[in-house]
């Protein structure tokens, strides 16, 4: 879904909520991910503005201070970016490739039964069809993807054949550049000093012009 993703064009609005909004969007997150209540402030900290970002393909991204948390299609539950689960890795239920299978993955190519039933990789659990899991890999420790499941995961593990997840993100797609942190170039940081001089001189003009009014 979002291997073509640019948010030059992808992304329709990005505006505030109301204190409303916020306050259920805070609500669901609590119901759903019980494991945040501890920290749910520090996600969406109070008198802090949520933003709600909508793409195409009827996508809505969560934002808060300046971070991309969760997303939903249309009116479904909110799901936890690669990033927010880089930081939580146990919101959702996890599945584990196997080596071969990484580069395929990173692609955004769908996530084949074999990939997960094979040595080196996992599939455990009582997990239904159309449930979100966050995929990691053989070897790795961080998440390498979140997916929804096409089939349960007995299935998968029964059939060792077919489609069994569908690859929604994963590492350096477009919704993860999207949210890659700001980093200043030199050169910027260069334009930057350059236009703060050029202020303080305006400012220094303008106390000057003053002054001579006074006089």
Not at 40 to 53: A, C, G, N, T
Not at 92 to 116: C, F, N, Q, Y
Not at 134 to 143: H, I, L, N, Q
Not at 201 to 210: F, R
């Amino acid at each position: 879904m979002f291997k073509k993703f640019d948010a030059d064009t992808d992304i329709r609005s990005h505006t505030q909520v109301k204190g409303s909004v916020a306050r259920n969007i805070k609500k669901e997150v609590k119901q759903r991910y019980p494991q945040l209540n501890e920290i749910l402030d520090e996600i969406f900290p109070k008198k802090h503005p949520v933003y709600l970002m909508k793409c195409s393909q009827h996508v809505t991204v969560i934002e808060s201070r300046g971070f991309l948390w969760f997303w939903r299609i249309s009116d479904g539950p909110l799901i936890p970016t690669l990033r927010c689960l880089h930081k939580f890795p146990e919101l959702i239920p996890s599945v584990t490739v196997d080596k071969g299978a990484i580069r395929h993955v990173l692609k955004g190519s769908k996530i084949m039964s074999p990939g997960l039933t094979s040595k080196g990789g996992k599939v455990e659990g009582d997990m239904k069809k159309g449930e979100p899991v966050v995929v990691m890999a053989e070897g790795m420790k961080t998440a390498l993807a979140v997916g929804v499941l096409e089939m349960d995961a007995e299935a998968i593990r029964t059939t060792k054949k077919g489609v069994a997840i569908d690859n929604i993100l994963y590492l350096n797609d477009g919704l993860w550049q999207a949210s890659a942190p700001k980093v200043e170039t030199a050169d910027q940081k260069s334009k930057g000093k350059k236009n703060k001089k050029r202020e303080e001189d305006t400012d220094a003009g303008a106390d000057e012009l003053i002054d001579a009014d006074d006089l």
